[in-house]
Antibody, heavy 116, light 110 residues
Framework: EVQLVQSGAEVKKPGESLRISCKGS????????INWVRQMPGKGLEWMGR????????IYSPSFQGHVTISTDKSISAAYLQWSSLKASDTAIYYC?????????WGQGTQVTVSS | QSVLAQPPSTSGTPGQRVTISCSGS????????VNWYQQFPGTAPKLLIY???QRPSGVPDRFSGSKSGTSASLAISGLQSEDEADYHC???????????FGGGTKLTVL
């Protein structure tokens, strides 16, 4: 059974750094790109970027380029989304999703709350 | 502002048929396949329709998808109270080289 399991909820202050994770199982992790998707409170889904676990090549949406970093460690079937300096506007639920032409399997989501 | 346009809300009564539209452009829906996702409050999106009109195993045949030109539609027939959820469309965009989503449609079963 394909599963993507994400790390738990985080509460951070503005300016702090953060890395959240997404661990895949039940399939060959290197064979499918991993996407990160943001959902702000009461809003729709926004594609942030994707990474190819086989070579760690990442592409970012222009809306998120320079503000987040997507990485992967294929040896443990994990993908990561990180911020070096969080803003209050980063408060949202972040989902990882496996890409099979388009997202098919999704993680359960990680709530990130940024508040002073 | 989402790249794909969906109505923010729609409603229907039990047993009715409802459709949700998703409008895009030649760089996404016009040249690529469309997926639909169902999302209940507090949960992750779940794949409902893939490749325009294919249902994953376990999705009732009350749900169907179609695509024409730069638009796609999700139809739900025999509406049930448990269908009340948010529905999102998605497509690959050749210009962005990434996934574009609609803004989501909240379906209310009256």
């Amino acid at each position: 059974e394909v599963q993507l399991v994400q790390s738990g909820a985080e509460v951070k202050k503005p300016g702090e750094s953060l890395r959240i994770s997404c661990k895949g199982s039940g399939y060959i992790f290197s064979n499918y790109w991993i996407n990160w998707v943001r959902q702000m409170p009461g809003k729709g889904l926004e594609w942030m970027g994707r990474i190819d676990p086989s070579d760690s090549y990442a592409i970012y949406s222009p809306s998120f380029q320079g503000h987040v970093t997507i990485s992967t460690d294929k040896s443990i079937s994990a993908a990561y989304l990180q911020w070096s300096s969080l803003k209050a506007s980063d408060t949202a639920i972040y989902y990882c999703a496996r890409l099979n032409l388009l997202p098919d399997y999704w993680g359960q989501g990680t709530q990130v709350t940024v508040s002073s | 502002q989402s790249v794909l346009a969906q109505p923010p809300s729609t409603s229907g009564t039990p047993g009715q048929r409802v459709t949700i539209s998703c409008s895009g452009s030649t760089s996404n829906i016009g040249s690529k396949t469309v997926n639909w996702y169902q999302q209940f409050p507090g949960t992750a999106p779940k794949l409902l329709i893939y490749s325009n009109n294919q249902r994953p195993s376990g999705v009732p045949d009350r749900f169907s998808g179609s695509k024409s030109g730069t638009s796609a539609s999700l139809a739900i027939s025999g509406l049930q109270s448990e269908d009340e959820a948010d529905y999102h469309c998605a497509a690959w965009d050749d210009s962005l080289k990434g996934v574009v989503f609609g803004g989501g449609t909240k379906l209310t079963v009256l």
